[in-house]
């Protein structure tokens, strides 16, 4: 059955048709600029094991699996979230080359 193939019920649930032909896979190459990824492990919203398919399609991302968070890592887990992203803003080359 494969991964899609388990899940997709509960996407069709959620989403109904909209995303029936939604590809999440569309065009991520084409973002130039840093991305952090803050997902909580309890997104029932958009389910964090989506992102394993596709994440490494963008090529400058950072990936921060919120454990105790939901749809909102920032107001679930505000301490941790706050470290992460200055972190990742610390971490980043601004000099443009």
């Known amino acids: 059955m494969g991964r899609r193939g388990a899940r997709q019920p509960i996407v069709d649930r959620l989403f109904g048709e909209m995303f029936q032909t939604y590809d999440l896979a569309q065009g991520p190459a084409e973002i130039a600029v840093p991305v952090l990824i803050a997902h909580g492990r ?56």
């Open 42 to 97: 309890y997104d029932y919203s958009v389910p964090y094991t989506l992102w394993d398919e596709h994440r490494h399609k963008l090529p400058r991302h950072t990936y921060a699996l919120f454990e105790k968070s939901g749809h909102t890592p920032s107001l679930e887990e505000p301490e941790l979230f706050d470290h992460a992203l200055l972190e990742w803003v610390h971490g980043l080359d601004i000099s443009g080359g």
